[in-house]
């Protein structure tokens, strides 16, 4: 089951992810978003990981924990 967190608007997003591969090196690395739809790329929150909100527009980012 994906992650869900819904704001303090009150708005509900949901955290995906993707494995992009790097131009500069090569290698491949997970990058992490949130969407207001659910999609096929939904995930858990990872490991070390804490959720906080743009205080203007409310909008949800990963932090290292």
Known sequence: MAYEHTNSKGRTYN???????LKS????????YF????RSTGCD???????????KTG?????NG
Do not use: F, H
């Open 59 to 63: 909008l949800p980012m990963l932090k």
């Open 25 to 32: 090196t090569g290698r491949v690395q997970t990058i992490y």
């Open 15 to 21: 955290l995906n992810s993707k494995d992009v591969t």
């Open 35 to 38: 969407s207001k739809d659910k």
């Open 45 to 55: 929150l990872p490991a070390g990981k804490v959720v906080i909100e743009n205080s």
